[in-house]
């Protein structure tokens, strides 16, 4: 089992900056990718951005230039960078974990809400 908590979500301007994070604890041998996905309302969850173990990364569309995902090996920690926020970046945040075996782990989630 792997748990993930997140954190470094709140409310910010149109324009302005946020840093995600998400720590994984218990089984963390067997991530293999880590990633973001958001869920805002009225909509389904979708990637945010994603990284593999060997560093590799992909973004959504709507995000690429303005997000960066990074990992910390070392502290078991996934970063979301976000910058240049827009309102329509306003939803709830999960990390997610893949493991080796293809399992899936979410964290609960942390709301970011971008004002105009």
């Known amino acids: 089992q792997v748990q993930l908590v997140e954190s470094g979500g709140g409310l910010v301007q149109a324009g302005g900056s946020l840093r995600l994070s998400c720590a994984a604890s218990?089984?963390?041998?067997?991530?293999?990718?880590m990633g973001w996905y958001r869920q805002a309302p009225g909509k389904q969850r979708e990637l945010v951005a994603a990284i593999s173990s060997d560093g590799s990364t992909n973004y959504a569309d709507s995000v690429k230039g303005r997000f960066t995902i990074s990992r910390d090996n070392a502290k078991n920690t996934v970063y979301l960078q976000m910058k240049s926020l827009k309102p329509e970046d306003t939803a709830v945040y999960y990390c997610?974990?893949?493991?080796?075996?293809?399992?899936?782990?979410w964290g609960k989630g942390t709301l970011v809400t971008v004002s105009s």
């Open positions: 997610n974990a893949e493991s080796l075996t293809t399992e899936n782990y």
């Open positions: 218990g089984s963390i041998f067997s991530i293999n990718a």
